[in-house]
């Protein structure tokens, strides 16, 4: 059995939530609402916490790192790029929206697509060595659909996803009340709130473990190589073997 008295101080790690709600601050999101339960957590051992709404930056759409180069006049995403590159943990949240994520958390996929050709130090794509997780609330039908979709993306981007790195609330599917609305049962959830103590401690876990190690094991996954003619064992099939 684990040692219950492990070290728990998680200081030196940064983590950001890329919060995907449609409304501006300072309106009260919801989303946000259940971050703050994960993001507590993090804070109070030693994690350097940011929380970023999407809809508050003008971050253009579209596929390339910098927008700007492409005809947007304006472009906030190289800056929060910075941020994102910087972090250990990254974790995308939002809203249900016709039963999918919304525009705002999608525009953040795209935006994040638009790096995965860079590269680290060593040679593998830029994503490696950092974890994902997903937050999702809403008062209908889709919270696993939409984490399924966030957490494919992050791990086709090089993103490692801890056990259980997902967690959502979803009130009586129609209209009716939202997360932090009084009544509504969410912030008291049980199942909500041990999925997200639980996927909380797991990033934090992993994020450490990684950082421990010094990153992802590098051979067999080095872009650089593979383009200067390295196949990490890789044998061309051959046709007679059919």
């Known amino acids: 059995m684990a040692d219950v008295t492990q070290d ?9 939530f890329l919060n995907g709600t449609l409304k501006k601050s300072p309106e009260t999101s919801n989303t946000e609402g259940l971050i703050e339960v994960s993001a507590s957590i993090m804070r109070k051992h030693g ?17 390339y790192p910098d927008m700007r180069e492409h005809g947007w006049q304006t472009d906030a995403w190289p800056q929060i790029w910075d941020r994102v590159k910087a972090s250990d943990i990254l974790v995308i949240a939002g809203p249900i929206w016709l039963g999918d994520n919304s525009s705002m958390t999608k525009r953040a ?43 494919y993306s992050l791990q086709h981007l090089g ?31 049980e199942f909500t709130n041990r999925n997200t103590t639980f996927m909380t401690w797991n990033l934090m876990h992993v994020a450490r473990m990684i950082r421990t190690a010094g990153g992802i094991p590098a051979y067999g996954n080095q872009r650089s190589a593979w383009d200067d003619g390295e196949r990490f064992d890789f044998v061309k099939p051959n046709p007679e073997y059919r």
Request: with cysteine; hydrophobic share 35%.
């Open 47 to 63: 994690v350097d916490v940011e929380v970023l709404r999407v809809i508050d930056h003008d971050i253009a759409t579209g596929t």
């Open 8 to 16: 728990r101080d998680f200081s030196g790690l940064r983590a950001m």
């Open 109 to 151: 996929i795209e935006r994040l697509y638009a790096q995965s050709g860079q590269l680290n130090e060593q040679g593998q794509y830029i994503f490696y060595g950092r974890v994902g997780g997903a937050l999702i609330t809403g008062n209908e039908d889709g919270v696993k659909h939409c984490t399924m979709n966030i957490l």
């Open 159 to 189: 993103y490692t996803i801890p056990p259980q790195a997902d967690a959502g609330w979803i009130g009586e599917v129609g209209p009716g009340p939202s997360y932090l609305d009084e009544g509504s049962g969410g912030p008291e959830n």
